[in-house]
């Protein structure tokens, strides 16, 4: 157990519609960070935030959005959606911001979108 | 931005030898070289790490080399067992975030 909690565990939706993926990171670490892991794509990564600030982004989509509030968790917004965002969403956590400091990630969410 | 290849795709080995999985990254500036393991329905766990200043790391049966010039890294994983059976990730940092290559499923054969 990485110490890192995801909810949902799974998700399915219709298409066109918003769902909220929630993350609560370590005790203790800042950061956070969210992927998405789709067969054909592999381990992407899609934003991170440390301490409630944006810090880095990645392949994110426009429909896609997230924050971090002041106790440190963080919910990534996923709105009208499509059949090809149908994958596992992983959160990670590390102490501070990243300069090489290891990830640990949760147990993830598989989204289905129908 | 960085880009990391993982070979070979699938690798099977007899429980009791080694596993070898390599990787290769473009950018020169990655500093950070961790190895996740993900077994099927879980995140991935991370395993060992190494950073650009250290050429090799050893914790029990897992190993990791780094060639900075080759811009490659491998982990070597001794005496398999079946529990090692699980998709294996490499990732390098560098620009500001961790870019992981394909992954690797490895199936040890009892």
């Known amino acids: 157990d990485s110490g890192v909690t995801q909810t949902p565990k799974h998700l399915i939706t219709a298409t066109g519609q918003r769902v909220t993926l929630r993350c609560s990171p370590r005790s203790g670490d800042l950061s956070v960070y969210w992927y998405q892991q789709s067969l054909d794509q592999g381990l992407q990564f899609l934003i991170q935030y440390y301490n409630g600030e944006e810090r880095a982004k990645g392949n994110i989509l426009e429909r896609f959005s997230a924050q971090q509030f002041p106790d440190l968790h963080s919910e990534l917004n996923l709105s009208s959606l499509e059949l090809g965002d149908s994958a596992l969403y992983f959160c990670?956590?590390?102490?501070?911001?990243?300069?090489?400091?290891?990830?640990?990630f949760g147990p993830g969410t598989r989204l289905l979108v129908l | 931005g960085e880009n990391v290849e993982q070979h070979p795709s699938t690798l099977s080995v007899q429980e009791g030898d080694s596993a070898v999985i390599k990787c290769t990254y473009s950018d020169s500036a990655s500093n950070y070289f961790p190895w996740y393991k993900q077994e099927l329905g879980k995140g991935p766990q991370l395993i060992i790490d190494?950073?650009?200043?250290?050429g090799e790391k050893k914790d029990q049966r897992i190993a990791v080399t780094l060639n900075k010039t080759a811009k490659h890294f491998s982990l070597h994983i001794t005496e398999t067992q079946p529990e090692d059976s699980a998709v294996y990730f490499c990732?390098?940092?560098?620009?500001?975030?961790?870019?992981f290559g394909k992954g690797n499923q490895v199936v040890v054969i009892p």
């Open positions: 990732a390098a940092f560098g620009n500001n975030r961790l870019a």
């Open positions: 190494i950073r650009s200043n250290v």
């Open positions: 990670a956590s590390s102490v501070g911001d990243p300069m090489g400091e290891t990830q640990y």
